[in-house]
């Protein structure tokens, strides 16, 4: 019964975990705004523990346990920039690079904007 207990475990912790690590985990959907395209890229880490065990107390009665458990962590470690024909990435972990990327958001905002207000002025002429 132990033995059924631990795999019943073990396959629970990993079925689930096929379907959270996917491709889409480690690379991130891409963001498109106007004419740049970012595409997170993300580092995922996974560790997990199972067991079980059968035992008696001072009564003479049997008992049997089991448990599971895991833990993650994810972690943002660069966005590859893409322009027209022109692909940089810049690693998250570099300060520079993050005040480049904090640098680019003032351009991404306003074309954020001017779509934001094409969209409405397409919907007042309908």
Do not use: W, Y
Request: charge should be negative; aromatic fraction near 2%; proline fraction near 4%.
């Amino acid at each position: 019964m132990e033995n059924n207990a631990v795999k019943e475990n073990l396959d629970s912790l990993f079925g689930n975990l096929e379907k959270f690590l996917k491709t889409e985990t480690v690379v991130g959907e891409p963001i498109v705004v106007g004419e740049v395209t970012l595409v997170p890229i993300i580092s995922v880490m996974f560790g997990c523990g199972t067991g079980g065990g059968t035992g008696h107390d001072n009564k003479g009665m049997n008992g049997t346990g089991s448990g599971g458990g895991g833990g993650a962590r994810i972690t943002p470690n660069a966005i590859l920039v893409i322009k027209k024909d022109e692909v940089t990435l810049l690693p998250i972990k570099e300060k520079s690079n993050i005040d480049n990327l904090l640098n680019m958001v003032p351009d991404i905002v306003s074309k954020l904007n001017i779509k934001k207000e094409k969209n409405e002025e397409t919907q007042e002429e309908k």
